[in-house]
């Protein structure tokens, strides 16, 4: 069985975003985490990277990632770009541009569905609505949260809103970079 991997970039104040037009784009992760983006960091992104064939994302996630690779050339581009991806949206139409499927339906089956498909990791970056569906039914295997040496001080936090019940996880691995970066990796229990 296929894994989800979740993968998220998170300040030490908690903030993953910049959702609201108060905190302009300070709140951004390119913005903040930008300066400790490292060999270590580029690493161990391609290391997921590498394990996954497949990437799973909201919408919001999907634009962004989308608007900004697209364009982008060189091995690291091509594999990203080549990657199939599936979206979840329950606003867009359809997601055909940047090798993307859009799924349709039941999010939480057609998700559970494509963990069932032979391959490698499902590599889900970004955390917003789509977790709540993910959490809810139990279809992330791991968590990757990368905790940034910075205070961001406004923002989106983590899983702000997400509206699920109390979750408990185990720690499962920690990396340490030499920037500061911090990436807890944990489990469901």
């Known amino acids: 069985m296929r894994k989800i991997i979740e993968s998220t970039f998170v300040s030490l104040d908690g903030i993953i975003d910049d959702t609201r037009p108060s905190t302009a784009s300070r709140a951004e992760p390119q913005h903040w985490g930008h300066p400790y983006w490292d060999e270590d960091h580029g690493r161990y992104a391609g290391t997921l990277m590498a394990d996954a064939d497949a990437m799973l994302l909201g919408r919001v996630t999907y634009e962004g ?35 993307a499927t ?58 702000e809103g997400a509206g699920f019940d109390t979750t408990h996880l185990k720690l499962a691995d920690v990396n340490r970079f030499e920037s500061g970066i911090v990436v807890h990796v944990y489990v469901p229990k």
Do not use: C
């Not at 859009?102 to 391959?119: H, I, M, R, T, Y």
């Not at 789509?130 to 899983?159: C, M, N, Q, S």
């Open 102 to 159: 859009l799924l349709k339906g039941d999010v939480a089956e057609e998700v559970a569905q494509l963990k069932e498909q032979p391959g490698k990791n499902i590599l889900k970056w970004g955390t917003g609505e789509l977790d709540r569906t993910l959490v809810e039914h139990g279809l992330i295997d791991e968590f990757h949260f990368w905790y940034f040496p910075v205070i961001v001080g406004a923002g989106k936090h983590l899983f």
């Open 65 to 99: 990632f989308a608007e900004a690779w697209s364009g982008r050339e060189g091995e690291d581009a091509a594999h990203m770009n080549n990657l199939p991806k599936y979206v979840a949206s329950r606003t867009l139409t359809e997601a055909t541009a940047w090798n």
